[in-house]
């Protein structure tokens, strides 16, 4: 779970940065998740596993329209150029929410290994 947090830690400041290689990684990833959901509508058994599906592919779609549109942006054209780190807004908060979305997915995989967990948020 602490590798999964730092990794896409790691990876969501790259991508924020327009870091060529991770913004290919982040390609990458959201594409094979979206042909996945596609591979998926294939084996759908019932109407609860055919709206799953539906909504995990709406989710890809979704995820990659985001990239493509953040990969057009003038912030984006702007972080090409290379600039220092401390020019620009901080990313610090949105890394943030990265480390917290790998830390979440590992306690999401932990449920499909037959262990439960429970995670309550409190915001404010």
């Given at each position: 779970?602490?590798?999964?947090?730092?990794?896409?830690?790691?990876?969501?400041?790259?991508?924020?940065?327009?870091?060529?290689?991770?913004?290919?990684?982040?390609?990458?990833?959201?594409?094979?998740?979206?042909?996945?959901?596609?591979?998926n509508l294939v084996s759908i058994d019932g109407p609860v596993q055919a709206a799953h599906a539906v909504l995990a592919l709406a989710a890809g779609a979704g995820a990659l329209a985001g990239l493509a549109t953040f990969c057009r942006s003038d912030w984006y054209?702007?972080?090409?150029?290379?600039?220092?780190?401390r020019e620009g807004a901080p990313?610090?908060?949105?890394?943030?929410?990265?480390?917290?979305?790998?830390?979440?997915?590992?306690?999401?995989?932990l449920v499909d290994s037959a262990v439960t967990t429970r995670v309550n948020v409190n915001v404010g």
């Amino acid at each position: 779970m602490t590798l999964g947090a730092l990794l896409v830690g790691y990876v969501s400041a790259g991508v924020v940065r327009a870091r060529r290689v991770r913004i290919v990684l982040a390609w990458v990833v959201l594409t094979l998740a979206f042909v996945g959901g596609l591979a998926n509508l294939v084996s759908i058994d019932g109407p609860v596993q055919a709206a799953h599906a539906v909504l995990a592919l709406a989710a890809g779609a979704g995820a990659l329209a985001g990239l493509a549109t953040f990969c057009r942006s003038d912030w984006y054209a702007w972080q090409r150029t290379c600039p220092s780190a401390r020019e620009g807004a901080p990313i610090v908060r949105l890394v943030v929410i990265g480390v917290l979305v790998g830390a979440l997915g590992g306690y999401v995989g932990l449920v499909d290994s037959a262990v439960t967990t429970r995670v309550n948020v409190n915001v404010g």
